[in-house]
C-alpha cells in the first residue's frame, strides 16, 4: 500500500483554512451546539470564512442543495449534516483538498448507504478516483465500503476517467492481498483499454485460483471490447 500512496504523494497535501457554509432553521435544537462549535473553528483560523443561511428565509439554497434537514455544514468539498463535536469538524477541514480526506468521506457515503451521492462527487470531481483507489488498496476498508467502490467503477466503466488510472489501478495488481488483485484486475477490464493487458496478462499465472480466473474474465472482455 505505501507504494501506491507515493504514487499519489502529490495529491495528498490538504488546502488551508478551508470555507464554511451552515444552513439552519428557527426551531432546530442542535443547530445552536454546531454554530458554536463552527465559530471556535473561525477564530481559531481553522476555517477560513463562515456564511450562515437560515432557510426559512431563504429556503432556496435549500433548494440548490438539496438539503432537507438541518443543520447541514459544508466544510470546503465535505457535505455533512446532522450534529458533530468540534473535534470532527476540525478534522474535515483540516482535510480539505487531500486524498485520504476524500478517502473517508467516500467511505462515510458508503457506509451510509448514499452511493448515489459517492457517484455525484466522483462525477463532479475526477480526483475522487484516487480516493477510491486508496480505499481499495486498504485491506481494512469495510466489506460495504468495498461494494460500494465496485458499483462507481461500474459507473465509470469505458470512461475516459477510468482510463486515466490504468496505471494506478495495474500498481494495485501487485497488491499482496489477493482480493485487492482480484478487484484492480476486473477494474481494469472495464476500462475497454487495451493497455490494461499489460497488467492483466501476468494475473494468468497468480499464485490465487480467484485472482487467476478473473484474470482470465478480464482478458476475456478486454480482448472483446
Known amino acids: 500500500m505505501g507504494s501506491y500512496r507515493c504514487f499519489y504523494e502529490a495529491m495528498t497535501d490538504a488546502a488551508p483554512a478551508p470555507d464554511v457554509l451552515m444552513l439552519l432553521a428557527p426551531g432546530c435544537a442542535h443547530c445552536p451546539a454546531v454554530l458554536a462549535a463552527l465559530c471556535e473553528l473561525l477564530k481559531r483560523g481553522v476555517i477560513g470564512r463562515l456564511e450562515i443561511v437560515n432557510i426559512a428565509t431563504h429556503p432556496e439554497v435549500a433548494r440548490q442543495h438539496e438539503v432537507r434537514s438541518v443543520p447541514w455544514v459544508r466544510v470546503g468539498e465535505f457535505e455533512l449534516s446532522g450534529t458533530r463535536p468540534v473535534a470532527e469538524y476540525e ?18 457515503l458508503l457506509k451510509s448507504g448514499m452511493l448515489s451521492k459517492a457517484i455525484d462527487v466522483v462525477d463532479a470531481n475526477d480526483a475522487y478516483v484516487a480516493a477510491l483507489l486508496l480505499l481499495l488498496a486498504d485491506t481494512q476498508t469495510d466489506m460495504h465500503v468495498r461494494v460500494g467502490i465496485g458499483a462507481i467503477f461500474e459507473h465509470l466503466q469505458s470512461t475516459t476517467v477510468l482510463r486515466q488510472h490504468i496505471d494506478a489501478l495495474g500498481a494495485l495488481t501487485q497488491h499482496a492481498d489477493a482480493r485487492v488483485r482480484a478487484d484492480a484486475c476486473h477494474y481494469l477490464s472495464l476500462s475497454a483499454d487495451v493497455n490494461a493487458m499489460s497488467f ?6 497468480d499464485e490465487d485460483a480467484q485472482v487467476r480466473e478473473i484474470a482470465r474474465e478480464s482478458a476475456d472482455a478486454l480482448h472483446k471490447r
Do not use: F, K, M, S
Not at 200 to 205: C, D, E, G, S, Y
Open 91 to 108: 478534522r474535515w477541514a483540516q482535510r480539505v483538498g487531500g486524498v485520504q480526506g476524500r478517502a473517508d468521506y467516500l467511505a462515510e
Open 200 to 205: 492483466v496478462q501476468p494475473l494468468l499465472t
